[in-house]
């Protein structure tokens, strides 16, 4: 799952991305108005986390954008993080199409149940993902096959739980280098196919993710 992070206080943002990155989600920072505006243009995000004062523009104003301006790729989710904490601020946040509000200072914990229930939010699952015999626990980040327990790294986790909420689907490259890698990731290397290379080895036989020749990747639910 891809997060945009828009907060301009830099050690702030080093320390909830270095979070968010180590529960297996890949994340973009933007510290300035201009910045998430430009990365809204060009990436299609799981979860943005909107700071309201930049140093540039009101991150409220940008919010309210996402619903009007068609050169802007709305979040699927989206959560304000902010230190206005009156419930005039919550109100308009909110009215403005945030689906979450949280005030500054806040616990990382929160934070990543939050982002947890949004990314949830609409698509019929819990905090436990289920597709044939795989079981995914995204709370505490453990996965199985039938009895046994992966051993998966933040990566495989992260490519693994994306395939499962898209059961069925067929999955590009460039899918899956948006939606799980950030923007650091290179398009041009071999890490989609070499990550998914020791995925599939973890998982087993018989193999659950198949290549759609010239096309992707699909996840095969067991019967």
Known sequence: MRILLIEDDPDLA???????????????????????????????????????????GDGLELLGRLELDPELRRPRRTLVLTARDAVADRVAGLDAGADDYLVKPFHFAELTARVRALSRRGDGHGSTLRVG????????????????ELRLTAREFSLLRYFMHHPG???SAEDLLEH????????????????????????GEPALITTVATVGYRLEAEA
């Open 133 to 148: 015999g795989l079981t995914l626990d995204l709370t505490t980040h453990r996965a199985w096959r039938a009895d046994a």
């Open 169 to 171: 689907q067929v999955l």
């Open 180 to 203: 799980v890698w950030d923007a650091h990731a290179n398009p041009f290397t071999s890490s989609v196919r070499v990550i998914l290379s020791r995925l599939r080895r973890k998982l």
């Open 14 to 56: 080093d320390v909830v991305a270095l979070g968010l990155r180590n529960e297996s989600y890949a994340v973009d920072v933007a510290s300035t108005y201009s910045c998430a505006e430009e990365l809204l243009r060009s990436t299609a995000y799981d979860v943005a986390c909107f700071d309201l004062g930049l140093p540039d």
